[in-house]
Nanobody, 125 residues
């Protein structure tokens, strides 16, 4: 069973930075992708960024390109999301998810089979 634990959320002023962590266990897929999604109140869950284990390819939503960076530390089974130049519209619960396979379908959260409990990010103006 895949287990996912997110951490690193919090309250930050606009223009500030946060680093989210996603630590996984029980991932036995030969190839897998780990994605970050976010959901604001009353809105759909949307893909933010994803990294593919096969070759380390990374993907970003247009809204975060140039501001967010996804990376992984395989020794720690942890994926990070470094968020800079944060804006109030980045406020949301951020979720980490894992899927079997090399692709990163950020537009299709349902393609990810395992999810963490989420971590709140609040950006004040």
């Amino acid at each position: 069973e895949v287990q996912i634990v997110e951490s690193g959320g919090g309250l930050v002023q606009a223009g500030g930075s946060l680093r989210l962590s996603c630590t996984t266990s029980g991932v036995t897929f030969d190839d897998y992708a780990i994605g970050w999604f976010r959901q604001a109140p009353g809105k759909e869950r949307k893909g933010v960024s994803c990294i593919s284990s096969s070759d380390g390819s990374t993907y970003y939503a247009d809204s975060v390109k140039g501001r967010f960076t996804i990376s992984e530390d395989n020794a720690k089974n942890t994926v990070y999301l470094q968020m800079t130049s944060l804006k109030p519209e980045d406020t949301a619960v951020y979720y980490c998810a894992v899927r079997d396979g090399i692709w990163c379908p950020l537009r299709n959260p349902d393609d990810f089979g395992s999810w963490g409990q989420g971590t709140q990010v609040t950006v004040s103006s």
